[in-house]
């Protein structure tokens, strides 16, 4: 029993010590109108977080390859209660990943993979554009997967 318990400690603390290293922008999609009453669509910046970035390779690369689909990431964050409306409405939120030695929090690396985070420049999205395509939980309910395909840099 004690074996039991000190595996699923360790399983936890593996869990809690992954670091995450891509800031991303998830944007959400507001329809407004113009001074002319025309609807027009616009991205607005709804939540900013940290995640894990997980590219396709070896047999998921070249099965997604087979149906044009090389282009998906998989992103994995925290799961948080704000999640829980992206799930039910895929098609009004999309993600933009930032760069943080350009963005708004970073300056430039002091170390190996460490960034200097500084307060200043304003807010503006370095990255690539990724539509949702699927939002999965994982086991244990701690960690959520969005699963994407990149959409171009006008999205």
């Known amino acids: 029993m004690e074996v039991l318990r000190k ?3 360790r399983a936890k603390m593996r869990e809690l010590g992954k670091t995450l290293r891509h800031r991303i922008v998830i944007q959400k999609r ?4 113009d001074p002319w009453g025309n609807q027009v669509e616009e991205w607005q910046d709804w939540q900013t977080v940290w995640a894990n970035l997980q590219t396709l390779w070896g047999e ?12 998906t990431v998989i992103f994995e ?3 948080a ?3 829980d409306g992206l799930i039910f409405n895929l098609a009004d939120y999309r993600i933009v990943e930032t760069d943080i030695t350009r963005g708004e929090m ?3 690396f002091v170390g190996i993979n460490q960034p200097v985070l500084t307060e200043g420049t304003p807010t503006t999205h370095f990255g690539r554009v990724y539509t949702i395509k699927r939002v999965d939980q994982l086991p244990g309910g701690t960690w959520v997967k969005l699963t994407c395909e990149e959409s171009g840099s006008n999205g």
């Open 7 to 9: 595996q699923a400690y």
């Open 30 to 33: 507001s329809v407004t109108k």
């Open 60 to 71: 998921r690369y070249y099965a997604a390859k087979a149906v044009g689909e090389e282009n």
């Open 77 to 79: 964050l925290r799961r």
């Open 81 to 83: 209660p704000l999640l």
């Open 106 to 108: 970073g300056i430039g």
